[in-house]
């Protein structure tokens, strides 16, 4: 099948098509990159926009839990829902596919769900570009929402919220002292919080992590994009299925008025730009990290260190080799 073939199935919403369009995609070899390339481009003409909602929380938050009673909750409106992963760790990645299969049971039988697990890719780099590539392909595959899930240790909220059109922080009931644990950066980014787990003996406790949070939140500087009230602190039960709605409800308010105030245009202007730049980088450094690259940096190193070559003068020769190669 040709790229444009394929192309046109996804834009059908062929769910197999979609599948292999992601494999192309998760591809490293350089034909399927450049097939690839031709796809995205076919179907990116579609126009079709998905609300990108990105979700970060801590191993055993709920995360996977929250995913398939929220996706649920959408598609029993009618809505088509994709869930995407990005996920750091090489080393957790069996477990997370496995866990997730079964603890998603119910969304991944849904006809209106599309549900990919993280690939067994290592750098976070190569998973971020195919999640990016696969969530354009989702779009064109005429799914509402794009759900992109990662568990919270460190860079990878930041990747996952500059391909999101809304962050949501998924957060456990805690005692006082452990609200310090999140980082300031990571409060930064969160559109809500959702404290999850709100239910039974943890109810209690989750009201209360939740009004301190939502304490936190205000004290946290102003945003252009956050209309009144937001960013915003709310308690939800993935296992009851309690506040799902609420949290819908608030999802699409905000979503609306950036849409209304032009934000929601800026921003992903501003992502495009941002993973641009991310490109140029990794791919420098990928040069860099070539053995004739090496052997150029012992090289001119060695002359440095003789004396023969300023450090500024060896550093332009060194730039101008990879730039050429
Ligand atoms: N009481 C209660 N338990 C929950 C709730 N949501 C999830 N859990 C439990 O918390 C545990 C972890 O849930 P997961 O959904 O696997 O958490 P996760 O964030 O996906 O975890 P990782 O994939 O390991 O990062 C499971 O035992 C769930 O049953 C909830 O709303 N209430
Ligand atoms: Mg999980």
Redesign the pocket.
């Known amino acids: 099948m040709n790229t444009a073939e394929l192309g046109d199935r996804i834009l059908n919403g062929d769910r197999r098509a979609l599948a292999r369009a992601i494999t192309l995609v998760e591809s490293g070899r350089s034909d399927h990159r450049s097939q690839a390339s031709d796809l995205l481009a076919h179907v990116g003409k579609s126009g079709r926009q998905s609300l990108r909602v990105g979700l970060s929380?801590?191993?055993?938050?709920?995360?996977?839990?929250?995913?398939?009673?929220f996706g649920m909750m959408l598609t029993a409106q009618g809505l088509r829902v994709a869930v995407l992963a990005v996920d750091p760790s090489s080393a957790?990645s069996g477990?997370?596919i496995l866990?997730?299969k079964t603890?998603m049971e119910r969304l991944s039988r849904d006809r209106n769900a599309f549900i990919r697990p993280s690939p067994s890719q290592t750098h976070l780099g190569g998973v971020a570009r195919r999640t990016r590539e696969a969530i354009v392909l989702c779009e064109a595959a005429g799914f509402d929402v794009v759900l992109i899930?990662t568990?919270g240790v460190g860079q990878s909220e930041t990747v996952v919220s500059e391909m999101s059109d809304l962050f949501l922080l998924?957060l456990a009931p805690a005692g006082g002292d452990e609200l310090q644990g999140v980082k300031r950066g990571i409060m930064e980014m969160a559109d809500m919080i959702l404290v999850?787990?709100?239910?039974?003996d943890?109810k209690a406790t989750a009201t209360r992590t939740c009004a301190d949070y939502a304490g936190a939140l205000r004290l946290l500087r102003k945003r252009p994009q956050d209309p009144e009230g937001f960013p915003k602190a709310m308690t939800?039960?993935?296992?009851?299925e309690h506040g799902l709605e609420e949290a819908w409800g608030q999802m699409q308010s905000l979503s609306q008025s950036r849409r209304d105030s032009g934000y929601w245009d800026a921003n992903r202007s501003a992502q495009a730009q941002y993973w641009f730049e991310q490109e140029v980088r990794a791919a420098l450094l990928a040069r860099l990290a070539t053995s004739q690259a090496r052997s150029e940096m012992e090289r001119l190193g060695k002359e440095v260190r003789k004396g023969n070559l300023s450090p500024s003068a060896a550093a332009d020769t060194m730039l101008d080799t990879l730039v050429a190669g």
């Open positions: 929380g801590t191993p055993g938050v709920g995360k996977s839990t929250f995913i398939e009673s957790r477990g997370s866990g997730d603890r899930e568990v998924l999850n787990k709100a239910d039974g943890l939800v039960s993935a296992v009851e």
